[in-house]
């Protein structure tokens, strides 16, 4: 028999019982989507919480060893800097300040803010401004806020809007965007490193992470471990990065849930799936019997049945990645914090799993369709 002609009949064989599709498709689709929606929500959490590395963007960062995340810094002698700047293969070397405080806002309220000190001499990982000028910010009391998800917090400052941090005035110079927002809920604001000591109160070290810039690729190496010998930390952005994921996967409760709640969804639509295949060729054995009696081959129904599974797997996938992309979309209207992020990496994973559903669920329908006997059904 013709190979179109046996994938035809195996489509219209397939869409014929559409109880018995919608089912097959449902399973598939519903499974794709929360897979795809559990690991998204986990790429997300993943990226903002490297918001502060991606946004003020150095190529190296230099901590102590115990650092895990950005938003848990330790501090560090100042000297360190000195010694940083002193290493062969250094072009500059920068101080940044990253802590919390709890600034007052015109209205009385009281609202948690991450504030970050730049170095006042170069302003490395100063961000790019909506509004205002970057020099504004070494006016007295200058504070540069950052038009993310959690500007609302702070009632919506424009240039010129004045609060209380620690009793200290502090005056919005500028309006700043970032390529990432962050993980926490926490509005953040920029200021130099002297002011940035000075408002907040600090231990007798303040240095938080020495931002490093390289002579070029081969020199990192070399400052790794110069840096290391004066006992400390340094990375590149990228193994930063990864050091950060690396903590929220596995030394925090948040890799671990949403691991199991993707293996929560496979088993479902494995179980929906599989199922509801059995079934469909169940009911469809005396026409698979038939076709064997007319000539057809072993391998052309192990054709058709991967033909009916695959076919419904992709459609499914497809629709589940769809819906996915719908929920997420209405979401970030609704929820501007909304965290999931579709990456390649949940599509290719969410992928593997649903071609496994089809793997599993084609085998259990070969096995049955192989041990027909044509006879057995001309005789029933």
Not at 176 to 190: C, D, E, H, I
Not at 347 to 360: R, T
């Amino acid at each position: 028999m013709k190979s179109a002609g046996i994938l035809r009949l195996a489509y219209k064989l397939l869409v014929n019982d559409k109880g018995k599709f919608a089912a097959l498709l449902t399973g598939i689709t519903f499974a794709a989507f929360l897979m795809v929606q559990m690991t998204s929500m986990f790429a997300g959490i993943l990226i903002r919480s490297s918001a502060t590395v991606t946004n003020v963007g150095a190529s190296m960062w230099i901590m102590d060893p115990a650092v895990q995340t950005a938003a848990s810094s330790i501090p560090m002698p100042d000297y360190l800097l000195d010694a940083v700047r002193s290493i062969d293969g250094v072009r500059y070397a920068s101080p940044l300040y990253s802590s919390g405080a709890l600034v007052k806002l015109k209205s009385g309220t009281y609202q948690q803010v991450s504030v970050l000190g730049l170095d006042d001499s170069s302003l490395t990982g100063r961000p790019a401004l909506e509004q205002g000028r970057i020099e504004d910010i070494f006016a007295d009391n200058a504070f540069i806020v950052v038009n993310d998800a959690e500007y609302p917090k702070l009632e919506r400052p424009g240039i010129g809007t004045e609060f209380e941090l620690n009793d200290h005035r502090g005056v919005i110079v500028g309006v700043a965007k970032v390529a990432s927002f962050g993980l926490f809920g926490v509005p953040t604001l920029y200021t130099t490193y002297s002011r940035a000591i000075e408002y907040i109160p600090n231990p007798r070290f303040t240095l938080s992470y020495i931002l490093v810039e390289p002579r070029d690729a081969s020199r990192v190496r070399e400052i790794k471990q110069a840096v290391s010998k004066l006992g400390y930390l340094a990375l590149t952005r990228e193994e930063f990065d990864q050091r950060i994921a690396d903590f929220y996967k596995y030394q925090t409760g948040v890799g671990t849930n949403i691991m199991l709640m993707t293996i929560i969804s496979f088993i479902v639509g494995l179980s929906i799936s599989a199922q509801t295949f059995y079934t469909f060729i169940l009911e469809n054995l005396d026409k698979f019997g038939a076709l064997k009696a007319i000539g057809a081959k072993g391998h052309e129904l192990v054709g058709m049945i991967l033909f009916q599974v695959t076919f419904t797997s992709l459609t499914g996938y497809g629709l589940g990645i769809g819906l996915c992309t719908m929920l997420i979309g209405f979401a970030r209207l609704r929820l501007p914090d909304y965290a999931a992020v579709i990456t390649f990496t949940n599509l290719g994973l969410a992928f593997g799993m649903v071609l496994l559903i089809a793997a599993i669920s084609s085998y259990i329908g070969i096995r049955r369709v192989l041990k027909i006997e044509p006879f057995d059904i001309f005789r029933g």
